[in-house]
């Protein structure tokens, strides 16, 4: 059975760089095996020394297996994938897999640099798309003349892989990316309207986007890709954005989510983030910012630090939602960051348990005195 090492592994050693999961820091291999790698795994289990496995689970047809292995007390990950050749009837959708060899395998691939293979049992290297030539000349070179339009997330893994390395995309390269891009959104299907792409897609696009924004220089990323116009596959006016920048560095302030931060310059924020399938928290922040938005007035002196607080706390607002709005500028900055700061923080000056000793009876009137004693403190703050 033929194994070789494949991918980011390869492409890293040959850059002497350590190659480790982005998520969990520990090193993460990829092999591919020419025969099923559910055969290969029960081989493998029969050398292995006990204890070495820690878990392993299968996923698809053809027998993709993801192991933890302990190594000499470190942690590993390894991915066993047959060696499979894909087509893509329909763009963007998930492709036709058929068992294949390892160069079936290779030319399946993103970019030539992740094209590269290192048999294990010759030592022989397999470069058949000059992947080590592209590395010399620090370029991002894609496989395939139809690579973007079979699928786009390719162009996300390049920003990354371009702000991580410092690599630039090869002319040839860019010039399919950004004639596909001009046609985009296309039609997938017969019928189908402009704009609706396969549900598979916003789910890769939104995993390719956690990894730039949560993983990679992300600043270079998101350069990388607006110059490519890539940031199209999301949103037109996310492309033409010259403040997504600034929002995800105020986000980060904030603690608010970077995915959020960018979402919010989209031209329907709430579609993008249905499309890209973000998770019920981050579709509920972005909901409560637009509702927010909507009553927020445009001077800060048109209301009191009393009806700012108001404004803010009787009609129900949450804090993340008012940090949104400082992160896409929306509304008198000051005001606002001045109620997520302090104003919001101030209570009255004598508390519940000292009104209840004075004679004051629990019920509304309490409520009543408690909201009073505090306007008073909020009427000695300036807007």
Do not use: K
Request: proline fraction near 7%; hydrophobic fraction near 45%; charge should be positive.
């Amino acid at each position: 059975m033929r194994v070789a090492l494949v991918g980011g592994a390869v492409r890293d050693l040959l850059l002497h760089r350590v190659h480790n999961d982005p998520w969990r820091g520990v090193p993460d291999l990829d092999l591919v095996v020419e025969g099923r790698a559910s055969a290969f795994l029960s081989r493998l289990g029969e050398m292995l020394p006990p204890g070495a496995l820690r878990a392993a689970q299968e996923h698809g047809d053809f027998g993709t297996v993801e192991l933890e292995l302990a190594v000499g007390g470190q942690l590993v990950l390894l991915d066993v994938a047959s060696a499979r050749a894909e087509t893509y009837p329909v763009a963007a959708e998930n492709p036709q897999v058929t068992l294949g060899g390892l160069r079936d395998d290779l030319a399946r691939r993103d970019f030539s640099i992740n094209a590269i293979a290192l048999d294990l049992a010759s030592g022989e290297l397999l470069d058949p798309h000059g992947g080590q030539r592209d590395l010399r000349h620090r370029r991002l070179r894609l496989l395939h003349p139809q690579s973007i339009r079979d699928d786009p997330t390719r162009l996300l893994r390049g920003a990354r892989y371009a702000a991580r390395l410092g690599f630039a995309l090869e002319p040839a390269s860019l010039g399919q990316a950004r004639l596909t891009l001009a046609a985009w959104p296309w039609i997938w299907r017969p019928g189908d309207p402009p704009g609706r792409a396969p549900a598979a897609l916003g789910t890769r696009l939104r995993m390719e986007l956690e990894l730039l924004l949560d993983r990679e220089p992300w600043p270079a990323a998101l350069a990388a890709l607006r110059d490519w116009g890539g940031l199209a596959l999301l949103d037109a006016r996310l492309q033409a954005d010259q403040h997504s920048r600034r929002r995800l560095v105020w986000a980060e302030r904030l603690g608010l989510p970077r995915m959020v931060a960018l979402v919010a310059g989209a031209a329907d924020p709430l579609a993008l983030a249905e499309r890209l399938q973000l998770p019920h928290r981050h579709h509920r922040l972005l909901a409560r910012w637009l509702a927010l938005r909507s009553h927020l007035p445009v001077q800060a002196d048109a209301l009191t630090v009393a009806g700012w607080c108001e404004l803010l706390e009787v009609q129900g607002h949450v804090p993340e939602a008012v940090a949104l709005a400082l992160v896409a500028g929306d509304g008198p900055r000051r005001p606002l960051l001045r109620w997520l700061l302090r104003w919001r923080l101030l209570r009255s000056p004598v508390s519940a348990q000292q009104l209840i000793e004075r004679g004051l009876r629990p019920g509304p009137a309490l409520g009543a005195e408690l909201r009073r004693l505090r306007a008073e403190r909020l009427a000695l703050e300036r807007v």
